[in-house]
């Protein structure tokens, strides 16, 4: 279950506020459009462990939590699960960051679609951000991985 297909559906359940979500983005940036969705986040990720048996992606802002409340109820959601896996470039934040940047570039730009630098902030923010450690029960690093080396390293986790 890839989280972006079916995020809205869960969210709109959840009473989610698409224009107070943009409205918050708009007046105090993308960082605290996150907090405004982290209680949404966590119980969207507790109803997608009842629901779907298999992997779940959650990708990166679907992970961090800065209200501890919140993290501890991920952690509690996620406690049961014996694969928790963190996909990262690097063990180096920095090599991690300027990897992800060039890797969002390109796929911007393939999309047409344009970037600023709060957008680079934001995928940096993420990137720091302890909770995702937290959550981790194990951590794959992919830079100069193939797809499919990095399925088989995830698969003899097992």
């Known amino acids: 279950c890839h989280v972006d297909a079916v995020r809205w559906g869960y969210y709109e359940q959840l009473g989610y506020d698409r224009a107070l979500a943009d409205q918050i983005a708009a007046e105090q940036g993308l960082i605290a459009m996150l907090r405004y969705c982290e209680p949404f986040d966590v119980a969207m990720l507790e109803q997608l462990l009842v629901d779907?048996?298999?992997?779940?992606?959650?990708?990166?802002?679907?992970?961090v939590y800065e209200n501890e409340a919140l993290l501890c109820r991920a952690e509690a959601a996620l406690a049961p699960v014996p694969y928790v896996i963190l996909l990262l470039p690097s063990a180096d934040p920095n090599a991690s960051g300027a990897i992800l940047k060039e890797r969002l570039i390109q796929m911007l730009t393939a999309a047409g679609q344009s970037y600023s630098d709060e957008l680079f902030s934001l995928n940096d923010y993420l990137l720091r951000q302890p909770a995702n450690g937290r959550l981790a029960k194990q951590i794959v690093y992919t830079s100069g991985k193939q797809p499919d080396e990095i399925?088989?390293?995830?698969?003899?986790?097992?």
Request: charged letters at 10%; a negative charge.
């Open 151 to 158: 399925c088989a390293e995830i698969v003899l986790l097992g």
């Open 52 to 63: 779907h048996s298999g992997i779940i992606d959650l990708g990166a802002s679907n992970s």
